[in-house]
């Protein structure tokens, strides 16, 4: 791996992006911001924000804080000793949907490794109030490995989110580098032990991509996940966020990632949504829908 003090590498013109506020980006914004709520658009300074929250006007929140327990080499989230949970964030999170009058909406989190559920029920308290004040909005969450524990996947498992997610962000060689106090078979068993608890649940994992991995390595990803029979993949390409971070080792073309998604489809993937600019939750919510056709598509024909 490249060290952080070498030059870094020249961003290509397929990452530039055109940012265009306007009304909407505003709106949400100030809602945001009014409501006392955090999102991982901003803390991780997403390239696509403008395009979300102005276009598409959606947000991804950010759950129990703003600072993180775990300092991971690719996170711009800050790390350090958090404060205990807001019993009303959940309340306030499910209100400002409603205002918003999203029709999906994700939930992630900063890792708590200072909780004994991981932070687990604080996630699925939000689901429930959403589900009860915006009953018609579809919730995805995106939680950290919550330590493998089975009984904290199973608080988050038991609120019925309509996708489950956990990310192993990298190659399983990458993983000890790259994500801190993280192991990759740890990521794999909280995808596993989702599918145990609720064989109907659906399961997602991203991956970045630009960390000094090989094309086999992500192959070989690909197969861990579809061996714990995750649903929806998403593949994108790492952006370092500053240079403290670590350095990009590659820009992967639009090319590539259309070869790599081609490779994750034929690999039973129901949905893999594949570019240099896709996040976690890019377009969660047509993904969704597309994930839901695509679904019914498969069911239909087997």
Known sequence: MADNDTEPLRKPDWLRVRLSGGKEFSEIRELVHGQKLHTVCEEAMCPNIHECWGKHKTATFMILGETCTRRCRFC??????????????????????????????????????????????????????????????????????????????????????????????????????????????????????????????????????????????????????????????????????????????????PEEFVELKEEALSRGFIYCESGPLVRSSYHAGSQYAAFLKQARDRRGTS
Request: net charge negative; with cysteine.
């Open 76 to 253: 711009a989230v800050k790390t350090g000793l958090p404060s205990p949970p807001d019993p009303d964030e959940p309340r306030r999170v499910a209100e400002s949907v409603a205002t918003m009058k999203l029709e999906h909406v994700v939930i992630t989190m900063v890792t708590r490794d200072d909780l004994s559920d991981g932070g687990a029920t604080a996630v699925a308290d939000t689901v429930r109030a959403i589900r009860e004040l915006a009953p018609d909005c579809s919730v995805e969450v995106l939680v950290s490995d919550l330590m493998g524990d089975r009984d904290s996947i199973r608080i988050v498992t038991e609120s019925l989110p309509a996708i489950n997610s956990h990310n192993i962000e990298t190659v399983r060689r990458l993983t000890q580098r790259i994500r801190s106090r993280s192991d990759h078979d740890r990521s794999l068993s909280y995808l596993r032990i989702v599918k145990e608890l609720d064989s109907e649940a659906t399961t997602k994992s991203s991956l970045m991509l630009g960390l000094g991995e090989t094309k086999e390595e992500i192959l070989e990803a690909l197969h861990d996940l579809r061996g714990v029979d995750v649903d929806v993949v998403n593949l994108g390409q790492y952006l370092q966020p500053t240079k403290a971070h670590a350095p990009v080792e590659k820009f992967w073309t």
